[in-house]
């Protein structure tokens, strides 16, 4: 539907539920409200003594209405506008108005034609009571002249062939507008079709403090639709395994208080390191009981994207990962590597660390002894070229993309640019395969 008119009793809810709509799609839908209204608050009348100077007011200004939707329907966005003359001359019958004859209630062969009329009910004496509440006592209307109304309007339906679609409106709000959002096919976020352009699983790999965890925080504050056409990624989940490795740390810490030795960490310079290396594996089999949790049920990643961050080292450090993580990751993900020399991890690293709140995933750190000897090299470039391409894994051929993050940016601009160069090849090669 492209242009719909919803009709209901005073107070009814019709402008605070339409001004909902409007601020939650802004880029799909467009409100006009009730034009009588905006013409009495316009020219100062009484709705219910002024009434030949109000019908002369309205045919003056429906042209500018007709037009204002007639362009917003072509731009492409769903029009709805509150209330219709045909409602208009129902009350006029009901007030005994004669001035707003059947022939000024004919909209003009021009005017756009609604796809639907929805009309939201609601009881007459519910209407009376909210009427009260909302302390407008000029626009006020009894029970005698709305039930004139309903009958007048209803034989203006019959007339004109006019069947309402009818929502329940004395309900709660969230039920009122989750009925009105399917009836005009509104999805929060973005169109399915655009959500199933997306990535299904992403791998987000790269140094410490190379800005992963930025990428991650620019995400979430992109708005949906955006996200999904500009960074191919949806309403998104995270896997982390930096909260799992610090848990690790925390419980070495309740050992030692115990008086027993530490199993996987050592202290360092006012933070950890790890003494074992036999966390990384540790780690990914809890990445993968993680994923595998969501992955089993098949409509999980439905217009979702599974974002899961690691940072790996050494000389085999991204094989060995790769190599361990579950068969229902890979066969559903790409990786993107956010790359930046050992330096400039180590300068952010130092940046970004706040002892306050060292567990933080943007303020935490890593120790220079760890950094060395667990990051000062890895061996992403010598798994692929340093571009985007596909990755033997096992029996699964993984797409990549390698995305260089310096120098340093702040700036969301700068840093949407970097993102779209590398995840628009990404998602190409993710959809090929």
Not at 34 to 41: N, Q, R, S, T
């Given at each position: 539907m492209q242009y719909v008119v919803v009709e209901g009793l005073p107070a009814v809810g019709k402008s605070e539920?339409?001004?909902?709509?409007?601020?939650?799609?802004?880029?799909?839908?467009?409100?006009?409200?009730?034009?009588?209204?905006?013409?009495?608050?316009?020219?100062?009348?009484?709705?219910?003594?002024?009434?030949?100077?109000?019908?002369?007011?309205?045919?003056?200004?429906?042209p500018a209405r007709m037009a204002a939707v007639r362009q917003a329907r072509d731009d492409g966005f769903l029009c709805i506008e509150e209330s219709h003359l045909g409602?208009?001359?129902?009350?006029?019958?009901?007030?005994?108005?004669?001035?707003?004859t059947e022939g000024h209630a004919e909209l003009p062969k021009t005017a756009p034609k609604p796809d639907a009329i929805l009309r939201l009910d609601l009881?007459?004496?519910?209407?009376?009571?909210?009427?009260?509440?909302?302390?407008?006592?000029?626009?006020?209307?009894?029970?005698?002249?709305?039930?004139?109304?309903?009958?007048?309007?209803?034989?203006?339906?019959?007339?004109?062939?006019?069947?309402p679609l009818r929502v329940d409106a004395d309900r709660p709000a969230r039920a009122v507008i989750g009925d009105l959002e399917e009836l005009l096919g509104l999805t929060y976020g973005a169109p399915e079709n655009v959500l199933e352009q997306t990535l299904d699983v992403l791998l987000?790999?790269?140094?410490?403090?190379?800005?992963?965890?930025?990428?991650?925080?620019?995400?979430?504050?992109?708005?949906?639709?955006?996200?999904?056409?500009?960074?191919?990624?949806?309403?998104?989940?995270?896997i982390d395994d930096f909260p799992i490795l610090w848990q690790k740390f925390e419980e070495d810490d309740i050992w030692e208080a115990l008086g027993r030795e530490r199993l996987h960490s050592k202290r360092c310079n006012g933070n950890y390191a790890v003494s074992?290396?036999?966390?990384?594996?540790?780690?990914?089999?809890?990445?993968?009981?993680?994923?595998?949790?969501?992955l089993v049920r098949p409509d999980?990643?439905?217009?979702?994207?599974?974002?899961?961050?690691?940072?790996?080292?050494?000389?085999?450090?991204?094989?060995?990962?790769?190599?361990?993580?579950?068969?229902?990751?890979?066969?559903?993900?790409?990786?993107?590597?956010?790359?930046?020399?050992?330096?400039?991890?180590w300068r952010r690293n130092i940046a970004r660390y706040d002892e306050k709140a060292r567990d933080g995933i943007l303020t935490h750190s890593v120790p220079r002894e760890e950094m060395e000897r667990t990051y000062g090299i890895d061996d992403?470039?010598?798994?692929?070229?340093?571009?985007?391409?596909?990755?033997?894994?096992?029996?699964?051929?993984?797409?990549?993309?390698t995305l260089p993050?310096?120098?340093?940016?702040?700036?969301?601009?700068?840093?949407?640019?970097?993102?779209?160069?590398?995840?628009?090849?990404?998602?190409?090669?993710?959809?090929?395969?």
């Open positions: 539920i339409l001004e909902v709509l409007a601020r939650f799609y802004p880029q799909r839908v467009r409100v006009f409200p009730e034009l009588v209204k905006e013409v009495v608050l316009a020219e100062h009348l009484d709705p219910f003594s002024d009434r030949a100077r109000l019908t002369s007011a309205i045919l003056e200004a429906l409602v208009h001359r129902a009350y006029a019958l009901a007030l005994g108005d004669g001035t707003f009881p007459i004496a519910q209407s009376i009571k909210r009427q009260a509440a909302r302390g407008t006592q000029r626009f006020d209307v009894s029970q005698q002249v709305l039930s004139g109304m309903l009958e007048a309007l209803d034989r203006w339906h019959a007339a004109h062939d006019v069947t987000l790999l790269g140094r410490p403090a190379s800005g992963k965890s930025e990428f991650i925080d620019f995400m979430k504050h992109c708005p949906v639709e955006e996200r999904a056409r500009g960074f191919r990624i949806a309403p998104f989940l995270e074992d290396d036999g966390l990384w594996p540790f780690l990914i089999e809890r990445i993968n009981s993680k994923a595998e949790s969501l999980t990643l439905k217009h979702r994207t599974l974002i899961i961050e690691f940072s790996r080292g050494g000389a085999s450090g991204y094989a060995d990962a790769l190599a361990e993580l579950s068969p229902r990751i890979l066969e559903r993900a790409a990786a993107l590597y956010v790359s930046v020399s050992f330096e400039e991890s992403w470039f010598s798994l692929t070229d340093g571009g985007c391409g596909r990755l033997d894994v096992g029996t699964f051929s993984l797409p990549y993309a993050n310096e120098p340093e940016s702040v700036d969301p601009v700068v840093l949407g640019e970097r993102y779209r160069a590398a995840l628009d090849p990404l998602y190409a090669l993710r959809r090929d395969r």
